[in-house]
């Protein structure tokens, strides 16, 4: 069993880093406001319909909402695992909130620079937003649900917060149940998002490969993140677990150790 000495991730660190993410999915509903004004001046459905897409094609259409109800099942369950691990939960936050704030940037660059024409769903008729700021807020405190947004397509934001919910329980859980069932919810899911026309399929497939590729590159603690900034090096690969023993400012990283059940201590 290896053992590692470094700095501890603490609550300010993890703190700052989900104010970080607060600030950029603010600058990212605003910039969908933006991409929703463009499609309803440019691209009118009469002239612009959706694009051939393989997975509209064979899965049928079915009524919105469905996704966003398998989205927070997600969710909840990521939450659940996060505060059922005995250590390492300020870890797993802060890994999560830096993942998520880089593909934000991310996909407010693409849905930015290449406005694509809506799918068959209720953005072929997108609403004004008369209100840009509440507007913005009202996406980031209900992660979209109750925001007016049409446009903001490649690649999929929905599939952001499914994957990285899904990878949380895969990386940090050790009960099998718990990962297929995060498997199968978001198995689940992406049906559910190409059946309400959500996305076309190359969204979610974009989002599937960035998210991940993204959530592996990125560090799980504060020290990594410091020596990748101050060093300008490759991150290296973190470990699938990663739970921390504090030994005053320091933490002692047991990097083959699986993450234990809050309920295994008592």
């Given at each position: ?32 406001n ?10 009118p ?20 909402g ?13 939450i ?30 693409t849905?930015l ?53 899904m ?16 498997v ?21 497939v ?5 998210t ?7 560090p ?45 201590e008592?």
């Amino acid at each position: 069993m290896s053992r590692v000495l470094v700095q501890e991730t603490t609550w300010k660190h993890t703190a700052g880093m989900v104010l970080f993410w607060v600030v950029t999915m603010f600058c990212h509903t605003s910039t969908m406001n933006v991409v929703n004004k463009r499609l309803r001046s440019l691209l009118p459905p009469e002239t612009h319909p959706p694009l051939p897409d393989l997975g509209h094609d064979f899965i049928p259409k079915m009524d919105e909402g469905a996704n966003d109800v398998l989205l927070a099942l997600q969710v909840l369950l990521c939450i659940g695992v996060t505060v059922s691990c005995a250590s390492g939960r300020m870890e797993m936050l802060f890994r999560y909130a830096l993942a998520y704030s880089v593909l934000v940037w991310l996909r407010s660059c693409t849905i930015l620079v290449t406005t694509l024409p809506a799918t068959g769903n209720h953005c072929q008729h997108p609403k004004q937003i008369k209100h840009p700021l509440l507007n913005a807020f009202l996406g980031v405190v209900t992660g979209g649900a109750a925001s007016t947004h049409c446009g903001d397509l490649m690649f999929s934001g929905h599939t952001i917060a499914l994957v990285l919910s899904m990878m949380i329980t895969l990386t940090y859980q050790e009960r099998r149940s718990l990962k297929v069932a995060a498997v199968l919810l978001f198995i689940a899911d992406v049906y559910c998002i190409i059946a309400t026309r959500s996305h076309y399929t190359v969204d979610i497939v974009v989002g599937v490969y960035v998210t991940l590729t993204t959530w592996h590159l990125t560090p799980a603690t504060w020290h990594s993140f410091v020596s990748a900034l101050s060093t300008y090096e490759p991150l290296s690969l973190p470990t699938h677990n990663e739970p921390y023993l504090v030994e005053g400012e320091m933490a002692v990283l047991d990097v083959d150790s699986p993450c234990e059940d809050s309920a295994s201590e008592m």
